[in-house]
């Protein structure tokens, strides 16, 4: 979990989510004609053979340097502590997701798209920033301004080698790979914090909340699909109800926790939120010529590695 989600414990079942879940996007999109094309799908082995490009949107639980580069941040051990040594501008101790997925590819960690200097953009970029969430949907850096940037970035590229790289600049990636490109969307949790600590009524957060931050979503993917984009890795949020701010929380009475010691009824607003989520993926997948959306409960992951903590060695 990034930050305020504690440990990292969950890096080794999630590794192997990710793993399976690139094989799958990689295999699927190997046979799939991309939409509105009549040309013959590529062979398994030449999209095997394709440098992996991946792109991701979301907050801190993706974000590897994008805030820190944007807002001239700095954070400081234990932020890095246990792989890198070092601040990396993620708010997390170690890995996070991403960089399992990208150590899974053979790849380099995605750059930051905000960061100015040592960025590499080859292998795709991340626009995700810690604190980020989807409404407002115009503010700094909601959910549609990343979608934006990354447009901009596909524009500037795409130029560049219309014009053959003016200036002894030459484009990070090219138009296939946009095409056959991971997007990786990881967004909601800021939002639903939000929308229950605001101290709106449950079923007003169910009901009118939930339903609003999944549109933006359904609008992120759609945007990019009708960009060019095929697959998509999409997250569920975590267990909040688990997470160290929120149990810190001043509250009347412990009534509210479950077994585990986590707030009842925000997992159940989680739970609702994810079951939503998994109903828009489903919709946009039966809709979308050529499309291949995968769809990870993150909260059952998570919450079974806090429930069953002593079994993965915690």
């Not at 991340?126 to 990354?150: C, E």
């Not at 989680?270 to 993150?298: K, P, W």
Request: with cysteine.
């Amino acid at each position: 979990m990034a930050a305020g989600g504690g440990a990292p414990v969950v890096a080794p079942l999630l590794v192997t989510v990710a793993v399976v879940v690139v094989v799958v996007v990689l295999v699927v999109s190997s046979t799939t004609v991309s939409a509105g094309q009549d040309d013959e799908p590529p062979a398994p082995a030449a999209a095997c053979a394709r440098r992996p490009v991946v792109f991701a949107f979301g907050d801190s639980n993706t974000d590897t340097g994008g805030v820190a580069a944007g807002l001239g941040l700095y954070y400081p051990l234990p932020e890095g502590r246990v792989f890198f040594r070092r601040s990396t501008g993620r708010l997390c101790d170690g890995r996070l997701v991403i960089d399992y997925l990208c150590e899974s590819l053979n790849m380099s960690y995605l750059s930051p798209y905000l960061e100015a200097v040592g960025s590499d953009f080859t292998g795709g970029a991340n626009f995700a920033i810690s604190g980020s969430s989807t409404l407002p949907r115009n503010v700094p850096f909601a959910l549609h301004v990343q979608v934006q940037q990354f447009l901009h970035l596909k524009l500037r590229s795409l130029d560049l080698i219309a014009h053959g790289g003016g200036g002894g600049t030459t484009a990070p990636i090219d138009a296939d790979g946009f095409r056959n490109a991971l997007y990786l969307i990881d967004i909601g949790q800021n939002d639903l914090s939000a929308a229950f600590g605001s101290g709106a009524p449950y079923d007003d957060v169910v009901h009118q909340r939930i339903p609003a931050i999944v549109s933006e979503i359904k609008d992120a993917i759609m945007t990019l699909y009708y960009n060019g984009a095929n697959n998509f890795w999409v997250h569920g949020t975590g267990p909040l109800g688990c997470l160290p701010q929120k149990l810190a929380a001043p509250r009347p009475d412990d009534s509210d926790l479950d077994y585990t010691g986590c707030l009842k009824n925000l997992n159940d607003g989680a739970y609702e939120f994810n079951t939503q989520l998994c109903a828009a993926c489903d919709e946009l997948r039966s809709h979308l010529r050529g499309v291949t959306i995968v769809y990870t409960d993150v909260l059952l992951i998570k919450y079974d590695l806090i429930a069953n903590h002593t079994a993965y060695g915690e």
